[in-house]
């Protein structure tokens, strides 16, 4: 992927016609619609993820096999409706797709200390180094969407575009509460190589939109 740098998001811009439009071509993810895949003008590719998993992983690897003969200028990850309480394995399965295979993506720990580490085990989509990745986030992206983007920005050179992250990477178990509202905790640690601890803090987006109903 290529290297954290926000100048790429205006070239692909310009090379695009000036705008991106997902607004105006792109539906949204439902439940029954758990992602969104369209190639925009430009062309830039670009996902609209709600759940994750193995099928998600194949289906964008379909996608960008059949994409990559039209040469896009770039690909965009799109996790600002990404569910939060969704499995580790499938923060690995989606984070595997950028990044070089047997890489340690983060370990988990339980509160008896006893640790998972979790590997890039699959096949990655072999994006052109030059191709710029952005990743779309927001204030209510957590948990196993949040350590997907963190991984993406430090590990493939991704470049964050939107808001400040909730602070809660990682796996959330979440309780509804009568209010209609959702209550989420941590189920134990994560920690990224290195021996830094992901969860905490908001993750910052290397270009921010400063107002919350910016349009697409």
Do not use: H
């Not at 969407?145 to 796996?171: D, F």
């Amino acid at each position: 992927a290529a290297e954290a740098n926000p100048g790429a998001i205006t070239r692909m811009l310009d090379q695009s016609s000036g705008r991106m439009g997902v607004g105006e071509v792109v539906k949204l993810a439902s439940p029954d619609r758990p992602w969104v895949a369209e190639l925009l003008p430009g062309p830039i590719a670009y996902w609209r993820v709600r759940t994750m998993g193995a099928t998600l992983a194949e289906a964008m690897g379909r996608d960008w096999a059949a994409w990559r003969q039209k040469n896009p200028l770039g690909a965009v990850l799109d996790l600002r409706e990404c569910l939060p309480a969704q499995s580790l394995e499938s923060a690995a399965e989606l984070a595997g797709l950028f990044v070089t295979p047997g890489e340690v993506l983060f370990t988990w720990r339980d509160g008896a200390g006893k640790e998972k580490v979790f590997r890039s085990d699959r096949q990655p989509l072999g994006m052109n180094p030059a191709t710029p990745l952005v990743v779309l986030v927001g204030p209510n992206l957590r948990g196993a969407g949040e350590l997907v983007a963190t991984i993406l920005q430090e590990r493939a050179g991704a470049i964050l575009l939107g808001q400040g992250t909730a602070g809660q990477a990682g796996w959330l178990a979440e309780s509804r509460l009568s209010s209609g509202r959702s209550l989420f905790r941590a189920r134990g640690e994560i920690l990224l190589p290195g021996g830094r601890v992901s969860s905490g803090r908001p993750l910052p987006p290397d270009v921010v939109l400063g107002a919350a109903n910016y349009m697409d």
